[in-house]
């Protein structure tokens, strides 16, 4: 499987700060996406990586909130604004490969906010 | 949009004994059902993966089954070892799509020595 390398790996964030994560993948891709798992619970897609556009965001996460960039087919950065504790949570980029229909996750970067 | 629905949440097993995880779907277009481990603190990783072509897959201790008319799908793992405690998560996707997978809720899968 390929790599997905994600950082920061684990952070303890202030209350109204902001947090980018980067996740880098060590081949183009055809597609990547960013995920929130909250304790305990399933995997929650935020938005859809698009390169060179805007992300795709799923119902309930915002723009604003939620900024993203894919500069290249292998690298794409997720920000959380603005944060509060509910923000905290592991997030986990993924990406998809045009030869198969499976995702691969990244480590995840596990926010706590305080 | 797809909806999956994943039971048990939880699942207690002596070491030895059969577990067995079951999902169904709702789009009957779905075609791809991955199978994702995620041990504590670490990522999910694929296990297992049946497309809607195949009726049943193995690999060592671990089998998929799908039965497209129910539109359901089960994870089957035999002579379960410690190793194997961990959140299961299933999946189902439209392939040729845009490949973006429902997930289930998990299930916590306890395997007592």
Redesign the interface.
């Known amino acids: 499987s390929a790599v997905i390398s994600q950082k920061p790996s684990r952070d303890i964030c202030q209350r109204g700060t902001s947090l980018t994560i980067q996740c880098q993948v060590d081949s183009q891709v055809t597609m990547m996406f960013w995920y929130r798992q909250q304790p305990g619970q399933s995997l929650t897609l935020i938005a859809t990586a698009n390169q060179g556009s805007e992300a795709t965001y799923e119902s309930g996460f915002v723009i604003d909130k939620f900024p993203i960039s894919r500069p290249n087919l292998t690298f794409s950065t997720l920000t959380v604004s603005n944060m509060s504790p509910e923000d905290s949570s592991i997030y986990l980029c993924s990406a998809h490969w045009q030869d198969g229909n499976t995702i691969y996750f990244g480590e995840g970067s596990w926010l706590t906010v305080v | 949009g797809e909806n999956v629905e994943q039971h048990p949440s939880t699942l207690s097993v002596q070491e030895g004994d059969s577990a067995v995880i079951k999902c169904t779907y709702s789009d009957s277009a779905s075609n791809?059902f991955?199978w994702?481990k995620q041990e504590l603190g670490?990522?999910?990783?694929?296990i297992i993966?049946i497309?809607s072509n195949v009726g049943e897959k193995k690999d060592q201790r671990i089998a998929v089954t799908l039965n497209k008319t129910a539109k359901h799908f089960s994870l089957h793992i035999t002579e379960t070892q410690p190793e194997d405690s961990a959140v299961y998560?299933c999946a189902a996707?439209i392939?040729g799509g845009?490949?973006?997978?429902t997930?289930?809720?998990?299930t916590s899968l306890i395997v007592h020595p």
């Open positions: 791809y991955p994702y670490k990522r999910p990783q694929l993966d497309r998560f996707s392939g845009s490949y973006i997978p997930f289930g809720r998990g």
